[in-house]
């Protein structure tokens, strides 16, 4: 297997990078707080910030500023599974969907963010690729978001939850 000479090692990468999206939410006390629901050294996971798509729909972070699992120390590799097990978990068992989606793709903030979606049966905008329109559709204003009441009903249910067992 070739190597980067170029690419910096993993544990050389920053904790936070100018210009990151990601980064700077980490940084904004204020902003975070609104939708933050848990978080360890290593990992935060948030609400989507409004406009929400769906209710339940979740972003797990990455604390350190890393492209994606390539970049992962091996503390960060051990735990990645587990973390986003339970936070799948908790995401379910808060909203009663059917599956949860998990997907990262990196381009719009090139800083590790999985979108954890939960997914709905009855629901067809939930349904794979659909939700992708949804979430462009509710960007453009087309579809109504998740009212911010019940992203607040939920952040407060998964922060207990997160707290007593889930992501403990």
Known sequence: MASNPDRAASRDLPVCMEGC???????????????????NPLWLLRHHPDPSPLLGWCLLDARRHIAGPIDFVDEEAREWGKVVQKASRLIQYLTGCDRVYAIAFGEGARHLHLHLIPRFQEDQRSAAWSMADLYRDVEAGRELPVQIENVQEFLVAARLQAQNSFMT
């Open 21 to 39: 999206a990601i980064c700077a939410l980490h940084s904004d006390v204020d902003r975070l707080s609104e939708v933050e629901i848990w978080r």
